[in-house]
C-alpha cells in the first residue's frame, strides 16, 4: 500500500471508524481515478450511494469539503466573544475583521498573549 492509499485509507477511517465498508470506499474512490487527497474534492454523493448508506454517504463528502475550506475561501463569519455569537451573517472578511478589533476596543477585552503582536501589526 502506498503513502497515497494510507492516506486516504485513514483519511476513510476517521470518518467512517465503524463502517464495514472502508475498503471497498477505497477500491471505489481508486475506479474513480482518485489519485491524491486533493482528488477527494471532486467526489459527490452519487458517486458513493450504491456502496455507503445516504447518511455515511453525506458525512464523508462533508467532511472531504471541509478539508478544503478555509478562513481564505469561506464565505459566512461570525463575532464571538466568550464564546458566545454577538454577531452572525457578515459574508465580507473585512467587515468581520473590523467588526473583530470594534469589539475589542468597545468592551475594553485585552489581546490574547499569543496573539497580541500580531493583532497590533494588523491594527495599525
Known sequence: MGDVDRDLAEFIGSVLPNSSSRDLVLETLQSLG?????????????DLVNILRPIEARKLIA??????SSPLTA????????QIIVKDGVTN?????????VTY???NISYPAELGATLEFMQR
Open 34 to 46: 482518485v489519485e491524491t487527497l486533493e482528488d477527494l474534492k471532486y467526489v459527490q454523493e452519487p
Open 63 to 68: 467532511r472531504i469539503n471541509a478539508l478544503w
Open 75 to 82: 464565505g459566512h463569519f461570525m463575532i464571538a466573544v466568550d
Open 93 to 101: 472578511c473585512g467587515e468581520a475583521l473590523l467588526m473583530m478589533f
Open 105 to 107: 476596543y468597545c468592551l
